[in-house]
């Protein structure tokens, strides 16, 4: 009879804490718990990729009726019904909960709807009271968006809220250059919104290729959202208020507490039908805005859960620091995902979860691979990337840079102003594609297969080699014969 309850104890139902729970459970054969106390699926399910590729999907629908229109159906443009596609919505991102809740079920993991912190290395207390014990303990509790410590910044809402919404707002003011933030730009300014987004520095997206944001931030122009780059925020408060008095104001968030804060903040953005918010920007400019999106940044969800107090070390944003397989400075202690900070997506918390059942339950130490990761960030248009950016290429070898930039078929026809990009980086010494970056609709389904190639190590030349499907946008990706410079 084992001397623990379980083990394998995890903490958190996100991707990646599901999945490691049952494959350790049905694939290895472990006696696993799982601890959850808010909705299974986590982030992407609940409040981020997937919720938000369904509002992308809804607000791309905004052009159809023209671009219809253009080649010769008689449709007619009608109003967006923000309700009924909430209510779809909710009902979808139900069903994909229960699809969760269901895995584990079948994978034999006992679940706990409730707050776990760790009382020992092989400890666990829940909300509820209970105590449980494991051999192993992962912590897989992801992140949260975090809003700026300035006063009154519990007036604006973050991403999490915003699938919440009663009711689109006229105008909408989103803080951040980020992808969250350039991605919900294009969101809501496909419904209807009126978008204006302030970013500090001098390009959004920062950490991507340049010349492909670059792109991305004239499109976003082109369709209507009011970017503005080196501008940042200073002051808000109610429409009505005293603002003279807003920044030194009793409202102080940072004197508030971070408690008192995040449950104003909550209460705040239950409505959006709230009064209206003035801002005041680092350039002059005041305006009022019926709703403020904070989209500056996330944190790891490893505050209050025992870590410290065990030994575990914790980064400065305070991400649980581990090594290449995933284990703490205790020995009985894992973390994947977003808690971990090291690259927060969804296939790699996975990823990372499957390393980690098969370090410890298959007593084969694999660590997790984490580089030339595709991504894609859904912008509109889209951005797909994988590999090395030409600014990050060039610092490290001689490179040459094959990009072309061109109106697409579909929507040229419809007289709209589109414009995509292909571009590969490829080493001159021994001709590697270091990296592939595509601006255009469906580029996250593009990078994927391209992100194949350039993982297996291709060169320019297995790409020259590759005969074009046509008339494709991605025909391009393999048709580039010269470089358009070097670096």
Same mark, same amino acid.
């Given at each position: 009879?084992?001397?623990?309850?379980? /083990?394998?104890f995890?903490?958190?139902?996100?991707?990646?804490?599901v999945?490691?729970?049952?494959v350790?459970? %049905?694939?290895?054969?472990?006696k696993?718990a799982?601890?959850e106390?808010?909705?299974y699926?986590?982030?992407?399910?609940?409040?981020g990729?997937?919720?938000k590729?369904?509002?992308?999907?809804?607000?791309?629908?905004?052009?159809v009726?023209?671009?219809a229109q253009?080649?010769?159906?008689?449709?007619?443009?009608?109003?967006?019904?923000?309700?009924?596609?909430?209510?779809?919505?909710? /009902?979808?991102?139900?069903r994909?909960e229960?699809?969760?809740?269901?895995?584990?079920?079948?994978?034999?993991? /006992?679940?706990f709807?409730?707050?776990?912190?760790?009382s %020992?290395?092989?400890?666990?207390?829940?909300?509820?009271?209970?105590? +449980?014990?494991?051999?192993?303990i992962?912590?897989?509790?992801?992140?949260?968006?975090v809003?700026?410590?300035?006063?009154?910044?519990?007036?604006?809402?973050?991403?999490?809220d915003i699938?919440?919404?009663?009711?689109?707002?006229k105008?909408l003011?989103?803080?951040?250059?980020g992808?969250?933030?350039?991605?919900?730009?294009?969101?809501?300014?496909g419904?209807?919104?009126?978008?204006?987004?302030y970013?500090?520095?001098a390009?959004?997206?920062?950490?991507?290729?340049?010349?492909?944001?670059?792109?991305?931030?004239?499109?976003m122009?082109?369709?209507?959202?009011?970017?503005h780059l080196?501008t940042?925020i200073?002051?808000?408060?109610?429409?009505?208020? /005293?603002?003279?008095?807003s920044?030194?104001?009793?409202g102080?968030?940072?004197a508030?507490?971070?408690?008192?804060?995040?449950?104003?903040?909550?209460?705040?953005?239950?409505d959006?039908?709230? %009064?209206?918010?003035?801002? +005041?920007?680092t350039?002059?400019?005041? +305006?009022?805005?019926?709703?403020?999106?904070?989209?500056?940044?996330?944190?790891?969800?490893?505050?209050?859960?025992?870590?410290?107090?065990? %030994?575990?070390?914790?980064?400065?944003?305070?991400?649980?620091?581990?090594?290449?397989?995933?284990?703490?400075?205790?020995?009985?202690?894992?973390?994947?995902?977003?808690?971990?900070?090291?690259?927060n997506?969804?296939?790699?918390?996975?990823?990372?979860?499957?390393a980690?059942?098969?370090?410890?339950?298959?007593?084969?130490?694999?660590?997790?691979?984490?580089?030339?990761?595709?991504?894609?960030i859904?912008?509109q248009?889209e951005?797909g990337?994988?590999?090395?950016?030409?600014e990050?290429?060039?610092? +490290?070898?001689?490179?040459?840079?094959?990009?072309?930039?061109?109106?697409?078929?579909?929507?040229?026809?419809?007289?709209r102003p589109?414009?995509?990009?292909?571009?590969l980086i490829?080493?001159?010494?021994?001709?590697?594609?270091?990296?592939?970056?595509?601006?255009?609709?469906?580029?996250?389904e593009m990078?994927?297969?391209?992100?194949?190639?350039?993982?297996?190590g291709?060169?320019k030349?297995?790409?020259?080699?590759?005969?074009?499907?046509h008339p494709?946008?991605?025909?391009?990706i393999?048709?580039?014969?010269?470089?358009?410079?070097?670096?």
């Open positions: 009879m084992s001397e623990f309850d379980y /083990d394998l995890v903490i958190g139902g996100g991707s990646g804490g999945r490691a729970a049952r350790a459970a %049905g694939e290895a054969g472990a696993v799982l601890a106390d808010d909705r699926g986590g982030t992407c399910v609940i409040r990729c997937v919720p590729k369904l509002m992308v999907f809804a607000s791309e629908y905004a052009g009726v023209e671009d253009s080649y010769g159906w008689d449709l007619q443009q009608g109003p967006f019904d923000w309700p009924a596609f909430r209510g779809r919505l909710n /009902d979808e991102l139900d994909l229960q699809v969760y809740r269901n895995l584990l079920k079948s994978s034999g993991v /006992d679940t709807d409730a707050r776990a912190s760790l %020992g290395p092989h400890e666990v207390t829940l909300s509820t009271g209970e105590i +449980k014990s494991a051999k192993h992962l912590v897989a509790t992801g992140g949260h968006p809003r700026p410590e300035m006063p009154n910044a519990h007036l604006g809402i973050v991403s999490d699938f919440h919404l009663e009711s689109l707002p105008s003011l989103i803080i951040g250059g992808y969250i933030a350039c991605e919900f730009a294009g969101i809501m300014n419904l209807g919104v009126e978008v204006t987004q970013y500090r520095g390009q959004i997206l920062r950490g991507f290729d340049d010349e492909a944001r670059g792109l991305v931030a004239e499109q122009r082109e369709k209507g959202i009011n970017l080196g940042n200073v002051d808000i408060a109610p429409a009505e208020a /005293d603002h003279s008095m920044r030194a104001g009793t102080s968030d940072a508030m507490g971070a408690a008192a804060q995040d449950q104003m903040a909550a209460q705040v953005s239950k959006a039908a709230r %009064g209206p918010v003035w801002v +005041k920007a350039n002059g400019s005041e +305006k009022v805005f019926d709703l403020v999106l904070f989209a500056t940044g996330r944190n790891p969800n490893s505050r209050d859960i025992g870590l410290e107090e065990l %030994g575990v070390k914790l980064g400065r944003r305070g991400q649980i620091e581990v090594d290449d397989y995933s284990q703490t400075a205790v020995p009985s202690i894992y973390a994947i995902g977003d808690v971990t900070d090291r690259v997506l969804t296939p790699v918390a996975i990823r990372e979860g499957m980690f059942v098969e370090t410890v339950f298959h007593a084969n130490p694999t660590p997790v691979d984490h580089s030339l990761i595709p991504s894609a859904f912008t248009p951005m990337t994988v590999g090395l950016s030409e990050e290429a060039r610092d +490290k070898e001689p490179v040459e840079i094959f990009c072309t930039s061109f109106r697409p078929m579909q929507t040229a026809f419809a007289g589109d414009r995509v990009l292909m571009k490829v080493s001159k010494a021994n001709r590697k594609v270091l990296g592939c970056h595509i601006v255009a609709p469906g580029a996250g990078i994927q297969l391209a992100g194949i190639a350039i993982k297996m291709a060169t030349e297995d790409f020259d080699r590759t005969v074009a499907v494709t946008m991605s025909e391009e393999v048709t580039m014969r010269t470089p358009v410079r070097t670096a």
